[in-house]
T-cell receptor, first 114, second 113 residues
Framework: EAGVAQSPRYKIIEKRQSVAFWCNPI?????LYWYQQILGQGPKLLIQ????????DSQLPKDRFSAERLKGVDSTLKIQPAKLEDSAVYLC????????????FGPGTRLTVL | GESVGLHLPTLSVQEGDNSIINCAYS??????FIWYKQESGKGPQFIID?????DKRQGQRVTVLLNKTVKHLSLQIAATQPGDSAVYFC????????????FGKGTLLTVNP
């Protein structure tokens, strides 16, 4: 079974530029999560989708971050404009509905903002 | 030990020894806890979980202990191997049936051959 796929794996941008990350969850997983992991810290949930609807986006900085999952499968996370403090690894995870206690993580995208 | 800024708590053990990694959680209402292992350049990987109605759960070479009185969780790894070297995170579910996970800061385990 293929795992959670993410791209790109690495991205370097200047502050105030825009960036987008892509995630393809495990087939059949209706629940999808985006986490931000700053160096030396645990992942922090940014947004949770079930199918194409948002379940929780309470920790998403909505002035600069946006995410969508239009067809209930792939998802994109965008930052516009980026700030230095956005440098982090952005992790995507997925789970089956009613089994959200078991989340499978992708390898992440490491973002460096200069 | 205590983590300050970017510095992770670290644990260094000899191959074959047992390892104990500790975690203090924050929400007394949390009902589910998970330990994750994260190797360099990879996403977190599930190791073992425990529900709040239990105080101990065993897996293959791993045991999780839960002390709700002091809000403390520990992960014991038996006969630690070099492949166990990674950062270990505890996570608590503070979202009830919505399973919103809050992760701790992590502990870096280094296994010396």
């Amino acid at each position: 079974e293929a795992g959670v796929a993410q791209s790109p794996r690495y991205k370097i941008i200047e502050k105030r530029q825009s960036v987008a990350f892509w995630c393809n969850p495990i087939s059949g997983h209706a629940t999808l999560y985006w986490y931000q992991q700053i160096l030396g810290q645990g992942p922090k949930l940014l947004i949770q989708f079930q199918n194409n609807g948002v379940v929780d986006d309470s920790q998403l900085p909505k002035d600069r971050f946006s995410a969508e999952r239009l067809k209930g499968v792939d998802s994109t996370l965008k930052i516009q404009p980026a700030k230095l403090e956005d440098s982090a690894v952005y992790l995507c995870a997925s789970s089956l509905v009613d089994r959200e206690y078991t989340q499978y993580f992708g390898p992440g995208t490491r973002l460096t903002v200069l | 030990g205590e983590s300050v800024g970017l510095h992770l708590p670290t644990l260094s053990v000899q191959e074959g020894d047992n390892s104990i990694i500790n975690c203090a959680y924050s929400n007394s209402a949390s009902d589910y806890f998970i330990w994750y292992k994260q190797e360099s350049g990879k996403g977190p990987q599930f190791i073992i979980d425990i529900r709040s109605n239990m105080d101990k759960r065993q897996g293959q070479r791993v045991t999780v202990l839960l002390n709700k009185t002091v809000k403390h969780l520990s992960l014991q790894i038996a006969a630690t191997q070099p492949g166990d070297s990674a950062v270990y995170f505890c996570a608590e579910n503070s979202g009830g049936s919505n399973y919103k996970l809050t992760f701790g800061k992590g502990t870096l385990l280094t296994v010396n051959p």
